[in-house]
């Protein structure tokens, strides 16, 4: 068994709690760093990870391993708390439509838990996962 304090040096997982809201669903998660990772969806603990855990669908297709631009999100506040985009994930995100200055790879990017984060799904990606079943 892997223990978290191990876990979170060698992953760059959270240190501490933080909240994540996804829109437009306005969907807030309370993410607790001892729980993470949920899956095998991107990078541990990446907003891909975050998302899949509690059903809010975010296109994938590749799995999460920067080999495509399908899980891009715009991060509308707290990018800052994520690590900077490699090389690789910006030729990714160069072929994605609708990119901004705030787009990122979903699988790619991870929260350090140092403040709120908001993300936008673009109108392109979204599986209303949580929406009510149509009558
Ligand atoms: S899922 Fe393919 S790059 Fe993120």
Known sequence: MVNPSDRDEQTALPLKPYTLTFLPQDVTIEVDPSVLPFGDHGQPGSILD??????????????????????????????DSCAEA???????????????????????????????????????NRNFAREAPHS
């Open 50 to 79: 975050i998302a899949m855990g509690n059903d809010i669908d975010i296109e994938h297709a590749c799995g999460g391993v920067t080999a495509c631009s399908t899980c891009h999100i715009f991060m509308r506040e707290g990018a």
């Open 86 to 124: 490699s090389e690789l994930e910006e030729d990714m995100l160069d072929q994605a439509p609708g990119l901004e200055l705030c787009s990122r790879l979903a699988c790619q990017a991870i929260p350090d838990g140092t403040t709120s984060v908001v993300v936008e799904i673009p109108g392109w």
